[in-house]
């Protein structure tokens, strides 16, 4: 981790503290700075991570139109990327910004183009490891047929079965709120 990463993440951790004891206006000002260092941060990996978290905060003070912004600039980086599993990474990372937006919609979208990039990825591990965030990500959105059509596609049996049994666990979750503790 770079010292812009960690100097965003902090920045970012900083403004949430703000915002949960009321201070929005602090806040925001922090957000800003954590973004004008993340703008700095030279792995485009890293600096779509740090965007997230920065949309994720920007989420939580009410700021839901500068986080799609973040969004949209963390997509572009995506489609800079160079390798397949950074760009597919970046995905999933831009669709968990969309999905606590709640624009599930969009992180639909996200996700489909995530799944064809799984696809090209070559290590069996880490396209398993694609597979089930994609599949959890479409159970947290409630497409429980596309999530379980992802986790099958897992070679591992026992990964397939963990993604699987997360997914009847969101679906069991998502049916009875009191499981939810």
């Known amino acids: 981790m770079s010292?812009?990463?960690?100097?965003?993440?902090?920045?970012?951790?900083?403004?949430?503290?703000?915002?949960?004891?009321?201070?929005?206006?602090?806040?925001?000002?922090?957000l800003s700075q954590a973004l004008s260092v993340a703008e700095k941060i030279g792995n485009k990996y890293s600096k779509?991570?740090?965007?997230?978290?920065?949309?994720?905060?920007?989420?939580?003070?009410g700021e839901k139109e500068k986080a799609s912004q973040l969004l949209s600039q963390a997509r572009s980086l995506?489609?800079?990327?160079?390798?397949?599993?950074s760009k597919d990474l970046t995905?999933?990372?831009?669709?968990?910004?969309?999905?606590?937006?709640?624009?599930?919609?969009?992180?639909?979208?996200?996700?489909?183009?995530?799944?064809?990039?799984?696809?090209?990825?070559?290590?069996?591990?880490?396209?398993?490891?694609?597979?089930?965030?994609?599949?959890?990500a479409y159970a947290k959105l409630g497409n429980f047929r596309l999530a379980r059509a992802s986790a099958l596609k897992i070679l591992s049996d026992s990964r397939k079965a963990k993604t699987l049994a997360l997914i009847l666990e969101i679906w069991a979750k998502s049916k009875n709120p009191r499981l939810a503790d």
């Open 91 to 136: 995905l999933q990372a831009i669709v968990k910004g969309y999905a606590k937006l709640g624009e599930k919609e969009k992180a639909a979208q996200q996700l489909s183009q995530a799944l064809s990039l799984v696809e090209e990825i070559d290590n069996e591990f880490g396209k398993a490891g694609s597979l089930q965030a994609i599949a959890e």
């Open 78 to 85: 995506a489609e800079l990327s160079g390798d397949e599993k």
């Open 48 to 61: 779509v991570f740090a965007l997230q978290a920065i949309v994720e905060a920007s989420a939580k003070l």
């Open 3 to 30: 010292d812009g990463d960690s100097k965003a993440d902090a920045l970012q951790a900083i403004a949430e503290a703000y915002a949960g004891i009321g201070e929005k206006e602090k806040a925001a000002q922090l």
